[in-house]
Structures are given as C-alpha cells and as structure tokens.
C-alpha cells in the first residue's frame, strides 16, 4: 500500500470528539502539543493534519479555521480538567499565534482581514470545502477561541491580549446575533452570484491545483458553489455546545440558539431514507431515521450546488446537535436523536462500536460521550478547584459518571443530600455548584470530618465554599446533607 487518504488526526473531526479529554486528559492534551509544536506555523497558520512520524515535513494545505480555532477552545477545556497553569502558560505563545492569524497579513485567505470579530474571509472547513462569507458555524468557532484566548490571558496576566479578544468577540457576537439570525435559525450571509468573492483568492490555488473561480463558480447557474446560504445547517451553534462544556458562557443569545435546534429538529430530521434524496455517500438508508447535514425549509431556494455531503448523515454532528438540544432543555429531541442513531447502529443491522464516517470508527463520533456532561449539567474548573453538577432530569434519585485529570468517581443527588464518590485517583476541590433548590445545607463530611463551609448564589445556582480546599482520595466520598 503506497497511497491513502485522510492522513493524520485531523484538527476540525477531532474537535468533536469529547471521549479523549475526559477519560484520558493527558493524552487529548499531548495532541495540542504536537499541534502547536509540529503543525503551526511561525505566522500561526495551522496544518489540520499531522503528519507522522513527528518532524516529517508539516502538510503544506491552507489551514481549516474551525480545526484551528477549535484548538484554542481544546486548550482552555484541557486547562479546565487538569488545572495545570504551567502547561496553559508553555502553550501561550502557539495559542496566541493561533487567534492573531485571523488577521495575519500572511493569511492569504483573509479571515478576518479588518479585526472585526467576523469572518468575512475564504474558510476552509470539516466539509473539505470553503466558504466564503460569514456563518454562525464558522465565525462561532471564532468567538469561542477569542473568548477561551481572553480567559487563558485572564489566568497568565496578559491584559492587553484579553482586552483585545473580549472587544472582538463582543463586536462579532453582536453580529452573529443580529445579522445571521434570520428569525427561526442562523444562516450563511452570502451573494451567491458574485464571482468578485473568488477573483481575490485566485492567488492560492484550491483543491486539487484549480483557481478559486475554477473551483467553485457554477457556470451554468452563475452562482458560487458548496455554500449553506439560507440553509439550515446542523452545525449552524456548534460553537455553543462548545461553550457549554468548555465554561466559556453565551455564545448566541439563548432563545436564539434554542430556536436553531428547533429548527434544525424540524427541517433536518429524516423520518425515512426511502423518500430522501442523498446525492452522497449512504450512511442510512431503508426506513433509517437520521439527521441530515443541511437542510433547506419550504420556501428557502436551495444551491444549485449546495454544501458539500449537505444530505449525508454523520454520527458526530447528530451527537453533539442531540447533546446539545439536552443542554437547552430540549430533552425529548435531543433523546429522539440518539434513539435515532442507536437505532442503526443495533447490532443487527450494523456494528454498534463502529459507527462509521469517512472510514471505520471515525473520530468524529465520540461526540457521544458529551451526553453524559450534558444530562448531568457537570462542569469542572480545577484551576479553581470547583466542580458543578445542575442535572437535567428530574428524578428522584440521578447518579451520573464524572472524571478529570487526576481522578474520576460517581456524583449521586437526591431529596437527602449529595455524594461525590471518587472511584480512581484523587479529586481536590473547594467549591461545589448545585442547582438553586439545594441551599439549604446543614452539613458536609468527608473522611470521617466534618467541613467548614458556606454557601453563595452563584449564576446557575448556589455555590458551596469549604473554608479550606479537601482532597477526595479513592474509595473515599465527599457528602452534603440537605435541611430538609
């Protein structure tokens, strides 16, 4: 075998693959130092394939912004799980560098050319195309790695950089908000006939060796190919599933993105592949259910030649769109789309370990394990020492898994009171966030000690403060008991 595709643990599928980070922290965290020492280069720009074995010439391709914005997020959720500011603060400068080639005079796609917050700019992205013009996919990945770049200045003291990433990210996110909403779901703001939107790009050849207008101008139709438009695309908030697990806050205003999933559930959920036209690969087929990867309402003028695998179905975007929906409170859609998923994936029909992409077990699905923080609202912050849990279901008793770098164990809740139960290695915390229903505190042990503590409000509930950090060693759990 002399020749392959796909080479190297690609930037943009690895970002939705939420399995590596919390059950082997520190190998996810070796994959953003090989990134920033082997695939960036001196200007910032990031080759989205590495290339094995280390030290082989980088890929020479254009970087991907999603892959490499998603990095930057990656790093702030590693630091999150680990707490370790000596190794946020050996990757400052690659991070930084990551975030400033938006506007880099040697970006020759021109991301973000004027410094604005907003992609403007030839994105190539994890549908091996590029768009051209702004998006809530692509510009969110922006302001997720702006935001994550101004909270990892907060923590190492550079001020100015975090003053200049929290503008931009305002200024884009006002934008995003109010520009690409389109009063049901985000969409892509772009004019499909103008071919001066590729002429400047004629510079940096394309795939395969052809021109911008080579590539991507229909001729027939005269509009600009493999774009979303009015589309409606499943990772049209991605970047705020991200934020949801990476601590990072609002992205898009909430009603604004629980209107997207809505959306999304409405206009990209197949109810049966017979009827469905998949000028794609076949993923589904029969009378499989699946979310498609766009989708364009009654009404809305589709491409002439839409985004790139737009009828396809991939696993990793239907998990983190399920997981997702779950963290908006839309929990009877989000379920469906798992159960949709599961469905195929029966062990009788097809293999229920490997729920195949591009290839075999591609990475891309291990967007699933983001249901479990996503059900049990776990949040984790050991630069702070504090871990949160804020379920969403109710239920008399709910248990769920939880891990970080140094351990792992099971959290229980019920009307009694709460356990942190640590299963393998040690946890050290001095705050607990549980839901507001909670406040009432009357006791916490751990060890066989009884804990000084107190209790605040926090901005999704009530904040516990032991007066002095606890470690939670194995086999040992740490128990609050409510005044009921």
């Known amino acids: 075998l002399t020749e392959g595709i796909c080479e190297g643990s690609c930037t943009h599928v690895w970002n939705y693959a939420y399995a590596l980070p919390y059950l082997f922290p520190k190998l996810e965290r070796s994959m953003r130092d090989v990134d920033f020492a082997y695939n960036q280069r001196e200007d910032g720009g990031m080759s989205f394939r590495l290339m094995l074995p280390l030290g082989r010439e980088r890929d020479g391709f254009r970087p991907c912004v999603d892959g490499q914005m998603g990095g930057v997020m990656k790093a702030w959720r590693d630091y999150l799980?680990?707490?370790d500011k000596e190794w946020l603060s050996k990757?400052?400068?690659?991070i930084k560098k990551s975030i400033e080639f938006a506007w880099a005079e040697t970006n020759l796609d021109r991301w973000d050319e004027n410094q604005d917050g907003i992609l403007?700019?030839?994105?190539?992205?994890t549908m091996d195309m590029e768009l051209f013009g702004p998006s809530s996919w692509l510009n969110?990945?922006?302001l997720g790695a702006l935001k994550a770049g101004a909270n990892i200045a907060e923590v190492l003291?550079?001020?100015e950089e975090k003053v200049l990433y929290l503008r931009l990210f305002e200024n884009g996110k006002k934008f995003c908000n109010k520009i690409l909403f389109n009063g049901e779901y985000f969409q892509q703001d772009v004019d499909l006939k103008d071919m001066t939107l590729l002429k400047k790009y004629d510079?940096?050849?394309?795939?395969?060796?052809?021109?911008?207008?080579?590539?991507?101008w229909n001729k027939e139709t005269e509009e600009i190919k493999y774009q979303v438009a009015n589309g409606c695309a499943t990772d049209q908030v991605l970047a705020q599933w991200h934020?949801?697990?990476c601590g990072l806050g609002e992205i898009f205003e909430e009603e604004k993105t629980k209107s997207a999933l809505r959306s999304i559930y409405k206009y990209n959920r197949v109810l049966d592949a017979r009827n469905t036209f998949n000028a794609g690969r076949i993923y589904a087929l029969d009378d499989d259910r699946y979310l498609k990867i766009c989708g364009w309402p009654d009404g809305a003028p589709k491409p002439s030649v839409p985004l790139t695998y737009a009828d396809e179905v991939f696993c990793g975007l239907e998990y983190q769109a399920a997981a997702h929906m779950i963290q908006e409170g839309l929990l009877e859609e989000g379920f469906e789309i798992v159960k949709d998923i599961r469905d195929r994936f029966d062990g009788e029909q097809r293999n229920p370990w490997n729920e195949f992409e591009c290839g075999s077990n591609y990475a891309r699905s291990m967007a699933s394990f983001s249901l479990v923080p996503a059900v049990s609202g776990y949040e984790v912050d050991m630069g702070?020492?504090?871990?949160?849990?804020?379920?969403?279901?109710?239920?008399?008793?709910?248990a769920s898994f939880f891990s970080m770098d140094s351990g792992w164990g099971l959290f229980e809740l019920s009307a009694e009171g709460t356990k942190l139960e640590v299963e393998y290695g040690l946890v050290t915390i001095q705050r607990f966030g549980l839901p507001e229903q909670y406040e009432d505190i009357c006791g916490i042990s751990c060890g066989g000690g009884n804990l000084q503590f107190s209790v605040e409000k926090g901005v999704k509930g009530v904040e516990i403060l032991l007066e002095e950090p606890v470690t939670i060693h194995k086999e040992e759990t740490l128990e609050v008991w409510f005044d009921r």
């Open 120 to 125: 403007e700019g030839r994105q190539h992205h």
């Open 243 to 245: 934020a949801n697990l």
């Open 384 to 398: 702070q020492q504090r871990i949160a849990f804020y379920p969403k279901l109710e239920q008399e008793r709910f």
């Open 203 to 216: 510079k940096m050849l394309s795939i395969d060796g052809y021109t911008a207008i080579d590539a991507y």
């Open 91 to 94: 990757n400052w400068i690659p």
């Open 157 to 159: 003291g550079y001020e």
């Open 81 to 83: 799980l680990c707490g």
């Open 140 to 142: 969110g990945f922006y």
